[in-house]
């Protein structure tokens, strides 16, 4: 049976916006060694921006956007939604024959009879197209039209600002890790991650990955601690279902995400985790 005290920490934690589905998740929050964000929607917001759009081999600028927009625009990725805003104008769909998307890559498309890519550095790779290595610290949709390169579009995402008070109280309360994991580029991930002052970051990662790499996190542990996941659910259920202790982010985060978790923080911000962690403390003093 479980102790009473839990069925209070619950209730405290919902009055919080805090949804743990279980008493076992509180009593594991007492002892958590590492904590690991997903980047995009977790510890940033989400809100992509097109900031640059550069045309190789002849094409205009509004062309690049145009054809990007439509191989798009089936999909909800935050990336997705971007390149359809700055577009701004409406999307007919009969000119779209076909319509791919590649977890962690990108999109392949048939646009007005034209097969269209618009993804990332990986995804050219995989496609065996030359592309133009960019050094900047945001996100780069390449565009390639019939196998033709095409030109780049450059996107950024904003950190949230509770994201920096999180990793910091985490560490205060006594949290041994904090660790990021992102399927986006190295320089954006090391870029947020010196920010935040994480302990670590792995990025370029497919969402299979995710799941490995917190596999070796686990491995890793020293102490007997626990290891959570905090993710907002774009492809993260894997990962939120194989951690000890899974935790969505509601407010934005997928349906799927949130089934899979095991505790669901019902705003946007990464230090209600905190707040949580100091309730599974309260509450085990009550119990014990
Ligand atoms: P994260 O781990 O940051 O949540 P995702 O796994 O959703 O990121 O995506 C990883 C990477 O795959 C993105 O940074 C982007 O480069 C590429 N990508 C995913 N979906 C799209 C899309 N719809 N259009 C272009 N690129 C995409
Ligand atoms: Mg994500």
Do not use: C
């Not at 010196?194 to 917190?214: M, S, T, W």
């Amino acid at each position: 049976s479980i102790p009473l005290g839990f069925f209070g920490g619950i209730g405290g934690a919902s009055k919080r916006g805090i949804l743990v589905k279980g008493g076992n998740y509180l009593e594991a929050l007492n002892n958590v060694d590492t904590v690991v964000f997903d980047k995009t929607g977790t510890l940033t917001k989400g809100v992509f921006k097109v900031t640059e759009i550069k045309v190789k081999n002849g094409i205009s600028r509004e062309q690049l956007l145009e054809i990007a927009a439509y191989a798009e625009s089936y999909s909800n990725h935050p990336i997705a939604v971007s390149i359809l805003n700055e577009y701004g104008k409406e999307i007919n769909k009969d000119y779209i024959e076909s319509y791919d998307e590649i977890s962690g890559y990108g999109i392949k498309a048939v646009v007005k009879g034209k097969v269209v890519l618009a993804g990332n550095d990986k995804l050219m790779k995989k496609e065996n197209i030359e592309y133009e290595d960019v050094d900047a610290a945001g996100t780069i949709v390449h565009v390639v039209i019939d196998r033709k390169y095409a030109g780049y579009i450059i996107i950024s995402d904003e950190m949230k600002k509770d994201s920096e008070k999180a990793v910091r109280e985490l560490k205060a309360i006594g949290v041994n890790k904090t660790v990021m994991l992102t399927g986006d580029n190295k320089k954006v991930a090391d870029s947020v991650g010196e920010k935040l002052g994480l302990d670590r970051v792995y990025a370029e990662l497919l969402p299979q990955h995710k799941v490995e790499k917190v596999e070796m996190l686990e491995r890793e542990m020293q102490t007997k601690g626990k290891l959570i996941f905090v993710g907002d659910g774009i492809n993260d259920a894997p990962v939120l279902a194989r951690a000890d202790i899974g935790v969505a982010m509601g407010g934005l985060g997928s349906d799927a995400a949130i089934e899979a978790a095991d505790i669901v923080l019902m705003t946007d911000e990464p230090s209600k985790l905190v707040t949580a962690i100091k309730i599974a403390k309260r509450t085990r003093k009550i119990v014990w």
